[in-house]
């Protein structure tokens, strides 16, 4: 978690002043009707038994304070991956309340109340929950109200919070990877096809100009020396190089599509606030596949560089090093919907001969039409479909016929993106399913480790 930390916003912008609770009213009312009835009545003891109550709200009327401070939530503003997220409520600092009424509601999870003794050591209150989502979360609301000796005079409710807390997003530990096509630069991590300063054997040549001497193979040339045609034997005529295949680097694009982030209950799909904690949406998994797929090409020695379909902004450029990878998982995290999503009609540009990757759940024509262009253009391209496991179980019939007609229509994007030469991979946090199948099905086979290290191995064109 970083040091830093963020203050939620009170729901008053000025201090609460404290007012008389209706046992106040009740004990006032019933001292004076005690006095008046022991006057009327000529029975002293009748009246005396109203003095201790108009006694007892008078003390409690002078002894409130006038003004009391707001209390302060905080929490970090980070949190490195998806776990638990804790927060700090600081009391009012002042002793003339007895107890302090909290209500602590967070996404997810049920409200939880509790009265806390204001005179008690230390005066931080630790919230904490748990959540595998990930990205720009409001977290962490909380109404209280303060309260004065025997509960006869109290604040105002008021609400602060939440604060917002970036949570980033988890990587998965991936092996070998695919490469694109046709690599760049003049050194890299990969062995390419030319020939240049390498460390795998190409060939034994002639040495030309501009061959390096530090190269030359002089066993191989003493034992050629004389074999030309019209040479002296045993004298050198020919100098013969070890070439080696040259070193690339590859360029790689993740694009990510932040127009939907739907769960794996259909029916909360026109409501993601309704989605639980403790599943991911379809754009928690997709940031978590980029990252881990960002981490390990960066990791290798690659450039890696993304887009955002769900944002009309520049595309952050394919650069190398940690403080690339710190650079996406940042834009990866503040990635999220934007309103009602936005068609783009004009293609992205993307750097010539680089992979590009492509994580949707597909449910729209657009991601599927711009990776097949993109494909047509000679790129290779990866579909990474980030489509939840979904829970089918409590459908109406008229939402399951919706869904059925909505599945068909991926399930046909799916199959022509397959047909389109663009290769696709199903990224489930519990394991692989078959994306135009109605609700899933396991299979160790198609979990995306062993996919990606398959598609590793195809560096052809098709």
């Known amino acids: 978690m970083s040091s830093g930390s963020l203050a939620a916003e009170p729901g008053h912008a000025s201090p609460l002043r404290w007012?008389?609770?209706?046992?106040?009213?009740?004990?006032?009312?019933?001292?004076?009707?005690?006095?008046?009835?022991?006057?009327?009545?000529?029975?002293?003891?009748?009246?005396?038994?109203?003095?201790?109550?108009?006694?007892?709200?008078?003390?409690?009327?002078?002894?409130?304070?006038?003004?009391?401070?707001?209390?302060?939530?905080?929490?970090?503003?980070?949190?490195?991956?998806?776990?638990?997220?804790?927060?700090?409520?600081?009391?009012?600092?002042?002793?003339?309340?007895?107890?302090?009424?909290?209500?602590?509601?967070?996404?997810?999870?049920?409200?939880?109340?509790?009265?806390?003794?204001?005179?008690?050591?230390?005066?931080?209150?630790?919230?904490?929950?748990?959540?595998?989502?990930?990205?720009?979360?409001p977290l962490f609301g909380v109404d209280y109200r303060e309260a004065g000796p025997d509960h006869l005079m109290r604040t105002g409710g008021v609400t602060i919070g939440p604060v917002r807390v970036t949570i980033l997003p988890g990587v998965v530990t991936l092996q070998s990877l695919p490469l694109p096509f046709r690599l760049q630069g003049m050194t890299g991590p990969h062995s390419w096809r030319r020939t240049g300063d390498g460390g795998d054997l190409h060939d034994v040549n002639l040495f030309t100009p501009g061959d390096r001497l530090r190269r030359i193979d002089w066993r191989v040339t003493a034992r050629r020396a004389g074999q030309g045609q019209g040479a002296n034997p045993g004298v050198l005529s020919q100098l013969y190089v070890r070439r080696t295949f040259a070193t690339a680097d590859a360029t790689v694009m993740l694009v990510l599509d932040s127009r939907d982030a739907v769960g794996p209950d259909v029916s909360t799909w026109g409501d993601a606030t309704a989605v639980r904690e403790d599943e991911p949406t379809s754009l928690d998994l997709a940031r978590q596949a980029a990252a881990s797929l960002a981490q390990r090409y960066l990791d290798g020695g690659d450039r890696v560089g993304m887009e955002d379909l769900g944002r009309m902004r520049r595309p952050v450029p394919a650069a190398g090093g940690r403080s690339q990878f710190h650079r996406l998982v940042h834009r990866l995290a503040v990635s999220e919907p934007e309103g009602e999503p936005t068609p783009r009609q004009r293609v992205p540009r993307l750097p010539s001969g680089a992979l590009i990757i492509v994580f949707s759940t597909f449910l729209d024509g657009d991601a599927a039409r711009f990776a097949q262009i993109w494909r047509r253009a000679g790129h290779r391209v990866l579909a990474v479909d980030v489509l939840p496991r979904l829970n089918l179980r409590s459908l109406t019939p008229r939402l399951w016929t919706a869904y059925r007609l909505v599945a068909m229509e991926r399930g046909d994007r799916i199959r022509a993106l397959d047909r389109g030469g663009v290769e696709t991979v199903v990224w489930d946090a519990a394991g692989g399913f078959d994306p135009t199948a109605a609700g899933g099905s396991d299979s160790s086979a198609t979990a995306p480790s062993v996919v990606l290290t398959g598609l590793a191995r195809k560096r052809q064109r098709r």
């Open 19 to 137: 007012q008389s609770t209706p046992a106040v009213t009740a004990m006032a009312g019933a001292g004076l009707v005690a006095i008046v009835l022991g006057l009327l009545t000529r029975r002293p003891d009748v009246a005396v038994i109203g003095v201790p109550l108009l006694i007892s709200v008078t003390w409690n009327w002078v002894r409130h304070p006038d003004r009391t401070e707001l209390a302060q939530l905080t929490a970090a503003d980070r949190l490195e991956r998806p776990g638990r997220v804790s927060a700090y409520l600081d009391l009012p600092a002042h002793s003339q309340a007895e107890s302090i009424l909290v209500r602590v509601h967070v996404p997810g999870h049920r409200r939880v109340e509790a009265v806390l003794a204001t005179r008690a050591s230390g005066r931080r209150v630790t919230l904490s929950m748990s959540t595998i989502r990930t990205g720009r979360r």
